[in-house]
T-cell receptor, first 114, second 112 residues
Framework: NAGVTQTPKFRVLKTGQSMTLLCAQD?????MYWYRQDPGMGLRLIHY???????AKGEVPDGYNVSRLKKQNFLLGLESAAPSQTSVYFC?????????????FGDGTRLSIL | DQQVKQNSPSLSVQEGRISILNCDYT??????FLWYKKYPAEGPTFLIS???IKDKNEDGRFTVFLNKSAKHLSLHIVPSQPGDSAVYFC???????????WGAGTKLIIKP
């Protein structure tokens, strides 16, 4: 029973490099989310998706792109990494929208940008 | 402008006693509130929630109280156990959008 799986778990990038974070869920959830968590702050929503083929901006979308080509996968891309994007990234999914249903989270990706 | 505030970064409680974690919010449009628990190197896990039409919700050792007039909610854990040591996040959402707004978290330490 995997739930939400994030890959990779750790990554170190140099400024300007690009990378993609992968999130996969096996619960047939419609809604998926990408958050970042920084020290002393709560989770902040980057982008979210309400179904296959859809994406929308969250609170802090700048510098990130996302795609949801398959219902079970939600990809987060950094086109040109910046030190300000050093953070822990969490993916989550839920059956219904955030307020009415709890979100299920992956264990996070710790990303460092040098 | 923090819409959800957890003013205590940490809290230490004796095993067996009651733990009370607090959360304040500013947006009167919030109508659903959730508490999540997070262990190191893991993602948050859902603990308990409450709708704005209620003022209390219980689930085993966990009870959440909502005071809408004060824009305040609290999580009570009775009795506290060593496995309760974790970071607790309060989160809120409004019916008008999909976003959860999160507090910064409170680290709960249960002392033996």
């Amino acid at each position: 029973n995997a739930g939400v799986t994030q890959t990779p778990k750790f990554r170190v990038l140099k400024t300007g490099q690009s990378m993609t974070l992968l999130c996969a869920q096996d619960m047939n959830h419609e809604y998926m989310y990408w958050y970042r968590q920084d020290p002393g702050m709560g989770l902040r929503l980057i982008h979210y998706s309400v179904g296959e083929g859809t994406t929308a901006k969250g609170e802090v979308p700048d510098g990130y792109n996302v795609s949801r080509l398959k219902k079970q996968n939600f990809l987060l891309g950094l086109e040109s990494a910046a030190p300000s994007q050093t953070s822990v990234y969490f993916c989550a999914s839920s059956y219904h929208r955030a307020g009415n249903q709890p979100q299920h989270f992956g264990d996070g990706t710790r990303l460092s940008i040098l | 402008d923090q819409q959800v505030k957890q003013n205590s970064p940490s809290l230490s409680v004796q095993e067996g006693r009651i733990s009370i974690l607090n959360c304040d919010y500013t947006n009167s449009m919030f109508d659903y509130f959730l508490w999540y628990k997070k262990y190191p190197a893991e993602g948050p896990t859902f603990l308990i929630s409450i709708s704005s039409i209620k003022d209390k919700n219980e689930d085993g050792r966990f009870t959440v109280f909502l005071n809408k007039s004060a824009k305040h909610l609290s999580l009570h854990i009775v009795p506290s156990q060593p496995g309760d040591s974790a970071v607790y996040f309060c989160a809120a959402s409004a019916r008008s959008n999909y976003q959860l707004i999160w507090g910064a978290g409170t680290k709960l330490i249960i002392k033996p």
